[in-house]
C-alpha cells in the first residue's frame, strides 16, 4: 500500500490520470483514503469520504446506467475535421459545459426531447424564493435531497469530462464554465474550472454564510434521524428525489451548526441569480481567450446564453456540440448536432 501511495504522489502531476489509479480502491481502504486525501489537490480532497469514495470503486465502474441520452445522429469524418480545425487554430479555449455531457454519465437534465425530467415528469425544480419562505418546503427539499444524495454523489465523469481534463492538461483549455453542479469536471482532474451555478457538493448558512461538505450535512441529517429511512430509484438533475408526504413525515432539517441558521445547497436555484462576482470573473476569462466551444446545452437558461452572445460580441469563433437546437444557433460558426461522447475524445491536438 505504502508503494502505492509513493507511485500515486507522480500521478497527481497528470490530473487526467487520477481516476485510473484510484479504481483498485474499495471501501475498506480507510487508511489509503487518509493518505489520498492528502495528495490530492484541494478542490478533490472533498470527494475522498467514506461516502463518496464509491466514485473510485471498481463496482460502481461497473453499474449499468439509465439512458438519459436523446436519439442523435451518428458523427461523420467531416464532423471530426471541422471540429479538429476549429479546437487547433485556438491557443487559448473557452469551453462552456452544459446537462448534455452529464447525461452520459447517468444523471438526467430538464429538456431533452423524450428523456429529460420535463418530458418524463410533471415535478418542477424548486424555486429560489419558495425555499426560502417555506420552512415545509424545505422539509421535503432536504429530506428528498437526503435520500437521493448517495447516488448522486457517486455518479463518475464520462470520456468528455476526461477529454477536457486532458485538453486542460495539454494547455489547450484557457478556462472551462460548467453549468452543471455534479462536479463530474473535478472529479475528472480539471481544475481551471468555474461552477456558474454552483455545486451540490457544498452547503451554505443562508444567515451567517457558514460553509460546510454536502458529505458532513448528511451525516448530520442521519444522526438527526436515526430512524427515518427512505429509498427512490428516480434522480434529478440536481440530486433530488420523488417523496410522498407520508415519506417526508417526521423528517428533521438540521440547522446551521455554527448559528442555527437556514442551510442550503451552494446552488443557483431557479428564481435566482448568479454571483456578479462570479459573472465577472467568467467574462474577464472569456476576454483573455481566442475562441468559445460549447458543449452539450441548449443555452436555454439566459446564464449560460449570455456567455455566448458575449463571445459574438468580442467576435471570437463560437462553436456547439450538443443534441438539438440551441438558444444560439443563429450567432455560432457552426454547430454539430450529435452526442459530445461520440466526438470529443476523437480530436486530436496539435
Not at 481534463?165 to 475528472?188: C, G, M, P
Amino acid at each position: 500500500m505504502m508503494n502505492f501511495a509513493i507511485q500515486c504522489i507522480h500521478t497527481f502531476t497528470f490530473p487526467h490520470q487520477i481516476l485510473s489509479y484510484c479504481r483498485p480502491l474499495t471501501l475498506n481502504n480507510r487508511n489509503y483514503l487518509k493518505g489520498l486525501y492528502v495528495l490530492l489537490p484541494k478542490q478533490l480532497r472533498h470527494y475522498c469520504t467514506s461516502e463518496s469514495v464509491q466514485t473510485f470503486t471498481v463496482s460502481s465502474w461497473q453499474k449499468s446506467t439509465p439512458c438519459f441520452v436523446p436519439s442523435h445522429r451518428t458523427v461523420t469524418d467531416s464532423d471530426i475535421k471541422l471540429l479538429e480545425t476549429f479546437v487547433a487554430r485556438s491557443e487559448r479555449l473557452f469551453v462552456l459545459t452544459g446537462a448534455g455531457i452529464s447525461t452520459e454519465s447517468g444523471i438526467p437534465d430538464y429538456r431533452s426531447e423524450g428523456v429529460g425530467l420535463y418530458a418524463k415528469s410533471k415535478n418542477r425544480p424548486v424555486q429560489y424564493q419558495d425555499f426560502l419562505k417555506s420552512a415545509a418546503l424545505r422539509q421535503r427539499y432536504w429530506a428528498r435531497n437526503s435520500v437521493g444524495w448517495p447516488r448522486f454523489s457517486s455518479f463518475e465523469p464520462n470520456d468528455t469530462h476526461k477529454t477536457f481534463s486532458r485538453w486542460e492538461y495539454f494547455k489547450k483549455i484557457h478556462w472551462l464554465v460548467t453549468q452543471n453542479v455534479d462536479a463530474l469536471h473535478y472529479k475528472a482532474g480539471s481544475q481551471k474550472v468555474t461552477e456558474l451555478h454552483g455545486s451540490a457538493h457544498r452547503v451554505v448558512c443562508l444567515d451567517c454564510k457558514f460553509q460546510m461538505k454536502r458529505t458532513e450535512l448528511q451525516e448530520m441529517i442521519q444522526e438527526q434521524n436515526p430512524n427515518w429511512q427512505q429509498r427512490s430509484e428516480e434522480i434529478a438533475p440536481d440530486g433530488d428525489v420523488q417523496l410522498s408526504e407520508e415519506q417526508i413525515q417526521g423528517f428533521k432539517v438540521p440547522c446551521c451548526p455554527n448559528c442555527g441558521g437556514v442551510l442550503k445547497p451552494e446552488i443557483v436555484f431557479f428564481g435566482d441569480n448568479v454571483a456578479r462576482d462570479v459573472v465577472d470573473f467568467v467574462y474577464s476569462k472569456l476576454h483573455e481567450c481566442d475562441a468559445m466551444l460549447i458543449a452539450g446545452s441548449s443555452l436555454q437558461v439566459f446564464s449560460g446564453y449570455r456567455i455566448a452572445h458575449a463571445a459574438k460580441e468580442i467576435k471570437i469563433p463560437l462553436a456547439i456540440v450538443n443534441i438539438g437546437p440551441t438558444r444560439a444557433d443563429k450567432i455560432v460558426d457552426f454547430r454539430i448536432d450529435t452526442k459530445c461522447g461520440d466526438i470529443l475524445p476523437r480530436i486530436k491536438l496539435s
